[in-house]
T-cell receptor, first 115, second 112 residues
């Protein structure tokens, strides 16, 4: 079975500071990994995805994530936080194979950006 | 493309009433997912369709919940009878390759 664990349900950073949101996965096969962002009263929007190509993945809004197989991690980073980054972030992993692939989400991390 | 379209955006109903949530996936996508989001349980996959066929409904909480996909452009999630504990945000998502999912704006359901 595949799953993801997000460390820290709430993270606060100052505007301009580094953003680091942690995600660890468990998977018996090479996974596909994703980060989604959810703004208040909105659906989930894909930030970036890892599909076994480059281990450093760049996404939208200046975010990136690095797949580290040895650490089973896929942490999300951004060098300098903006107020507009305040949202909830979800790490996700695919479950199943072929047409049965399904996303399994972590519990989410609420990011607060302080002025 | 307009993206995944869900209706209604908000629904308030009384306990015991039937509720129907609707979803129009992105044209050309062959996979459709229904998720429920609550503070207590986070995002839960309820059911997954591929080519209009239900593949996995193990996440459907109980028999009061049912989902259909009569064609490639429409799906419904029905709750009958509804209960207060069904209050949540319900998301529909679609995918063209079962890898990346595109989400709708969600339906916020309140059962009083």
């Amino acid at each position: 079975a595949q799953s993801v664990t997000q460390l820290g349900s709430h993270v606060s950073v100052s505007e301009g500071a580094l953003v680091l949101l942690r995600c660890n996965y468990s998977s018996s096969v090479p996974p596909y990994l994703f980060w989604y962002v959810q703004y208040p009263n909105q659906g989930l929007q894909l930030l970036l995805k890892y599909t076994s190509a480059a281990t450093l993945v760049k996404g939208i809004n200046g975010f990136e994530a690095e797949f580290k197989k040895s650490e089973t991690s896929f942490h999300l980073t951004k060098p300098s936080a903006h107020m507009s980054d305040a949202a909830e972030y979800f790490c996700a992993v695919t479950r199943g194979t072929g047409s049965a692939r399904q996303l399994t989400f972590g519990s989410g991390t609420q990011l607060t950006v302080l002025p | 493309d307009a993206g995944v379209i869900q209706s209604p955006r908000h629904e308030v109903t009384e306990m015991g009433q039937e509720v129907t949530l609707r979803c129009k996936p992105i044209s050309g996508h062959n996979s459709l997912f229904w998720y429920r989001q609550t503070m207590m349980r986070g995002l839960e996959l309820l059911i997954y369709f591929n080519n209009n066929v239900p593949i996995d409904d193990s996440g459907m909480p109980e028999d009061r919940f049912s989902a259909k996909m009569p064609n490639a452009s429409f799906s419904t999630l029905k709750i009958q009878p509804s209960e207060p504990r069904d209050s949540a945000v319900y998301f529909c998502a679609s995918s063209s390759d079962s890898i990346e999912a595109f989400f709708g704006q969600g339906t916020r359901l309140t059962v009083v």
